[in-house]
T-cell receptor, first 113, second 111 residues
Framework: NAGVMQNPRHLVRRRGQEARLRCSPMKGHSHVYWYRQLPEEGLKFMVYLQKENIIDESGMPKERFSAEFPKEGPSILRIQQVVRGDSAAYFC???????????FGNGTRLTVT | GQQLNQSPQSMFIQEGEDVSMNCTSSSIFNTWLWYKQDPGEGPVLLIALYKAGELTSNGRLTAQFGITRKDSFLNISASIPSDVGIYFCAGQPGTASKLTFGTGTRLQVTL
């Protein structure tokens, strides 16, 4: 049973470009979470989605950031017009239900030059 | 917002020693989780706690959910080199709610 799969592992973008981060949850998991981690810091919650629905986006900046989890295919975290401050590791996690522990992918490391 | 204070921030110990770290919150959590993160990888779940006072073991790891619901600790017995990494506590206030992570404890094990 494959774990949470994130791609790409590393992504380099120039300021002003768009970044698309993909996450395929574990088989049977319908809950997806996105977290962001800066160097030497803990993980900060961004958004929580179930299939086709955003449940909680309180940690996601209202501008330039969006997330989706379509009926078919992976969850996508999209960052438009990236700035240097967006450079971080972005982790996706999934769970089979609301009260189940989260299982994390290995992250996408975004570098904005 | 909720804050999780994790201590110590870092630890340097010798192989074979026991390790203890803890996490305190300004508010109540219904679930406490402990994760380990290796460089370049995502956090890996070590132990999950669901009831106040619960004591749970996973091999050499033991964790407890504090009675007040505002704290938790993790113990590692007889440390080995592969225990090196960053340990994060995480709390969840209720169902369908986001995890709040602590700031991490960086563990270094010397031979």
């Amino acid at each position: 049973n494959a774990g949470v799969m994130q791609n790409p592992r590393h992504l380099v973008r120039r300021r002003g470009q768009e970044a698309r981060l993909r996450c395929s949850p574990m088989k049977g998991h319908s809950h997806v979470y996105w977290y962001r981690q800066l160097p030497e810091e803990g993980l900060k919650f961004m958004v929580y989605l179930q299939k086709e629905n955003i449940i909680d986006e309180s940690g996601m900046p209202k501008e330039r950031f969006s997330a989706e989890f379509p009926k078919e295919g992976p969850s996508i975290l999209r960052i438009q017009q990236v700035v240097r401050g967006d450079s971080a590791a972005y982790f996706c996690a999934s769970s089979p239900g609301m009260e189940s522990p989260l299982h994390f992918g290995n992250g996408t490391r975004l570098t904005v030059t | 917002g909720q804050q999780l204070n994790q201590s110590p921030q870092s630890m340097f110990i010798q192989e074979g020693e026991d390790v203890s770290m803890n996490c305190t919150s300004s508010s109540i959590f219904n679930t406490w989780l402990w994760y380990k993160q290796d460089p370049g990888e995502g956090p890996v779940l070590l132990i999950a706690l669901y009831k106040a006072g619960e004591l749970t073991s996973n091999g050499r790891l033991t964790a407890q959910f504090g009675i007040t619901r505002k704290d938790s600790f993790l113990n590692i017995s007889a440390s080995i080199p592969s225990d090196v990494g960053i340990y994060f506590c995480a709390g969840q206030p209720g169902t369908a709610s986001k995890l709040t992570f602590g700031t991490g404890t960086r563990l270094q094990v010397t031979l």
